[in-house]
């Protein structure tokens, strides 16, 4: 697909040229880790007028070209430029391609910016101290300003029942889990109505969104957007997998008051706060669906990889938090019937 480093290098210069109007030397191309679906590669371009930090995000080398990887890829610039309109924080784009492009693979090449996505770096590393007391306030400011994108601006974005969908994702898997069928159950007959249908992200969370000294610099991972109930993001972002070890429910740095306080200032919505458990219990069996997911494709042979066995080890963790979830909320039901003890 891409080639060598060289070709690469090579490759990207013809690419950026057009943006700079002028010739470009490509430095310090380097492929980053982690990405489990994207190539992630940081370098600068240097030109007569200076040196420009920038990042390549394309299709894995090696992948087979279709057009629905171009779709998605295209589709991912277009939401990263309508969350900036309306005020999300968003790299800035220099250039995009489907498979027919110069590099040969979808890509997206932006600007980089600085600071940290890893996840225990952001709530132990001391540089940081500042910054992770504004985190929660300032994911629900963000995510209320998200779901104001206009959803004709991403054409094609999946418009699916979600609890049906991952249903469905998990019964193709053939794994047995009582505690994720009792889930499932659970859900269902508990599910709330959507309030409203937006842009939702789909993975916005620690790892997505680069941090630095004064907290969210930018959001990142479009991939898996959608349309869909805007607590959805909301949920996601209180899954435990997300907290990282931080005692805190919110990204393991903040409350749901800050979270939900900030998101209805924004957003001019209310959120209930029934609904938002609702769908963080779904995210955790969503994450556990995932982690099956991830260790198939290494024990199948699609994709070797100790990471995504490592993935797989997981799901007894999301088993674990989805029964904790589960006494939590028939507790709470059974205290708004007056003591009724709940069933599942």
């Given at each position: 697909?891409?080639?060598?480093?060289?070709?690469?290098?090579d490759?990207l210069a013809s690419v950026?040229?057009?943006?700079?109007?002028?010739?470009?030397?490509i430095?310090?191309?380097?492929?980053?880790?982690?990405?489990a679906s994207?190539?992630?590669?940081s370098?600068?371009?240097a030109?007569?007028?200076g040196?420009?930090?920038?990042?390549l995000r394309?299709a894995?080398a090696?992948?087979?070209?279709?057009k629905a990887s171009?779709?998605?890829?295209?589709?991912e610039a277009a939401?990263?430029?309508?969350a900036?309109r309306?005020g999300v924080?968003e790299?800035?784009?220099l250039?995009?391609?489907d498979d027919s492009?110069?590099l040969?693979?979808p890509?997206?090449?932006?600007?980089r910016i600085d600071?940290?996505?890893?996840?225990?770096?952001?709530?132990?590393?001391?540089?940081?101290?500042?910054?992770r007391?504004?985190?929660?306030?300032?994911?629900?400011?963000i995510?209320?300003?998200?779901?104001?994108?206009d959803?004709?601006t991403?054409?094609?974005?999946?418009?699916l029942?979600a609890?049906?969908?991952?249903?469905?994702?998990?019964e193709?898997t053939?794994v047995?889990?009582?505690?994720?069928?009792?889930?499932?159950?659970?859900?269902a007959t508990?599910?709330?109505?959507?309030s409203?249908?937006?842009v939702v992200?789909?993975?916005?969370?620690?790892?997505n969104?680069?941090?630095?000294?004064?907290?969210v610099?930018?959001?990142?991972?479009?991939e898996?957007?959608h349309l869909?109930?805007?607590?959805?993001?909301?949920?996601w972002?209180?899954?435990?997998?997300?907290?990282?070890?931080g005692?805190?429910?919110?990204?393991?740095?903040?409350?749901?008051?800050?979270?939900f306080?900030?998101?209805?200032?924004?957003?001019?919505?209310p959120?209930?706060?029934?609904?938002?458990?609702?769908w963080?219990?779904?995210?955790t069996v969503?994450w556990?669906?995932?982690c099956?997911?991830?260790?198939?494709?290494h024990l199948k042979?699609?994709?070797?990889?100790?990471?995504l066995?490592?993935i797989?080890?997981r799901?007894?963790?999301q088993e674990?938090?989805?029964?904790g979830?589960l006494?939590?909320?028939?507790?709470?039901a059974?205290?708004r019937r007056?003591?009724?003890r709940g069933?599942?």
């Amino acid at each position: 697909m891409g080639g060598t480093v060289e070709e690469l290098r090579d490759q990207l210069a013809s690419v950026l040229m057009p943006s700079f109007g002028e010739a470009v030397e490509i430095r310090d191309l380097r492929r980053l880790t982690g990405g489990a679906s994207r190539e992630t590669w940081s370098f600068d371009a240097a030109h007569a007028d200076g040196i420009d930090p920038l990042i390549l995000r394309r299709a894995p080398a090696g992948a087979p070209a279709d057009k629905a990887s171009a779709d998605l890829m295209l589709r991912e610039a277009a939401a990263m430029r309508e969350a900036s309109r309306v005020g999300v924080p968003e790299p800035e784009l220099l250039a995009t391609g489907d498979d027919s492009s110069e590099l040969r693979a979808p890509f997206i090449v932006m600007r980089r910016i600085d600071g940290e996505t890893i996840g225990r770096r952001i709530l132990r590393d001391e540089q940081y101290v500042d910054a992770r007391p504004r985190i929660a306030s300032q994911c629900g400011a963000i995510l209320g300003a998200l779901h104001t994108m206009d959803p004709k601006t991403v054409a094609g974005a999946p418009d699916l029942d979600a609890l049906a969908a991952l249903r469905a994702m998990f019964e193709e898997t053939g794994v047995v889990s009582p505690t994720l069928e009792l889930a499932f159950r659970w859900l269902a007959t508990h599910r709330p109505e959507s309030s409203r249908k937006v842009v939702v992200h789909g993975d916005f969370r620690l790892g997505n969104l680069i941090i630095d000294r004064s907290g969210v610099a930018a959001v990142l991972d479009w991939e898996l957007l959608h349309l869909g109930d805007p607590m959805e993001d909301l949920g996601w972002l209180c899954v435990r997998a997300w907290r990282f070890g931080g005692e805190q429910p919110v990204a393991g740095v903040g409350t749901y008051d800050q979270l939900f306080t900030a998101y209805e200032q924004t957003s001019g919505h209310p959120v209930d706060r029934t609904v938002a458990k609702w769908w963080e219990l779904y995210g955790t069996v969503r994450w556990g669906v995932i982690c099956i997911l991830q260790a198939n494709r290494h024990l199948k042979g699609a994709e070797r990889s100790i990471e995504l066995a490592a993935i797989g080890r997981r799901l007894c963790e999301q088993e674990y938090d989805t029964l904790g979830l589960l006494e939590e909320l028939l507790q709470a039901a059974g205290g708004r019937r007056g003591g009724e003890r709940g069933t599942a």
